[in-house]
């Protein structure tokens, strides 16, 4: 299954701060497991580079610290400090008075610290549970058992087993209170299903749009109006990793096709069910509502 990953504004939402200071230090972990691997890679690099240059400029301010360094080189001050702070150890060159084994000691106990943090953070990032769900392009609006119904799919790519998988659907929209204040509010949206015991290929989710539904009648320009969004999240215990993953989608009123249904991607061949992923995205015209509207 090929697809344009495309990003979303919910997704990297664009929030400006007003009279806040970024409190990167407070949250560095957050920061640095979040962050991107070249930023990651270089900001490990970048700080590597400055300790080492640090304690070059110490090993360099002593004269006949480092044995058999050439007299007032930095450079082999800077390389001697990148040796020990990696526990290296070619030989060619060594402390050569107590100031330097001194400094050597602390390097030494930084690097050991260092290779520590740089180590676990880097198992971190490879751990952290990443979900591989996808969700169709266009959502959808048919009738189905004669009540109009939103529907959309989810995938699972890894095509192994999500345990307890669950599903939910919220509608979010700016709204105004009688009283004249200007708000955010959610309202869930009920499904047919919320819950998969197994869900390893397609699942269609549907939302019966009922008297009691929010999203009744359906109104895109009211819903473009109110700048809404249904906000889906997808969360179950991946069999193969035993960890919980999730994974999040929103639908905008432009992403939301009434009278149209999601083409069919299971066949049978033979005895076997097929599962066409090259249809996932694909929509097709609902020939009940020509003649049925949904409303």
């Known amino acids: 299954m090929q697809r344009k990953s495309r990003s979303h504004p919910l997704a990297r939402p664009h929030i400006r701060w007003r ?21 990651f890679v270089g900001g490990v690099g970048l700080l590597f580079l400055f300790v080492n240059m640090l304690f070059a400029f110490a090993y360099w301010a002593q ?13 082999d001050a800077f390389f001697f400090s990148v040796q020990t702070m990696a526990t290296i150890g070619y030989g060619i060159m060594y402390p050569g008075t107590l100031f330097a084994n001194l400094l050597m000691t602390l390097e030494t106990l930084i690097g050991l610290f260092g290779l520590a943090l740089a180590t676990g953070l880097a198992f971190a990032r490879f751990s952290r549970p990443r ?14 058992y004669g009540v109009p119904t939103l529907m959309f799919r989810a995938a699972n790519k890894r095509g192994n087993q999500i345990l307890e998988a669950r599903v939910e659907a919220t509608l979010v929209r700016n709204e105004i209170s009688p009283e004249g204040h200007a708000m955010r509010r959610f309202y869930d949206l ?12 397609s699942w269609t989710v549907m939302h019966p749009i009922t008297a009691d539904s929010p999203l009744y009648p359906y109104d895109p320009d009211l819903l473009r ?13 991946d069999e193969t990793l035993s960890q919980a993953i999730h994974a999040r989608h929103v639908y905008r009123p432009d992403e939301i096709l009434p009278g149209h249904r999601l083409e069919d991607v299971l066949s ?22 020509q003649t049925h509207p949904p409303w």
Do not use: C, E
């Open 19 to 39: 009279d806040r200071l970024p409190d990167l230090l407070g949250d560095l972990y957050h920061a640095l497991l979040t962050m991107g691997w070249p930023s």
């Open 63 to 75: 004269p006949a610290a480092i044995v058999h360094s050439r007299p007032g080189s930095f450079m």
């Open 131 to 144: 979900a591989r769900i996808v969700f169709s392009r266009f959502a959808v609006i048919s009738r189905y």
């Open 190 to 201: 009920p499904l047919l299903r919320q819950r998969n015991p197994t869900f390893s290929y």
């Open 225 to 237: 109006a109110g700048d809404a969004q249904i906000v889906v999240i997808l969360s179950g215990l």
């Open 268 to 289: 049978k061949s033979g005895d076997t069910y097929v599962i066409d992923y090259s249809r996932f995205d694909n929509v097709v015209p609902d020939t009940a509502a």
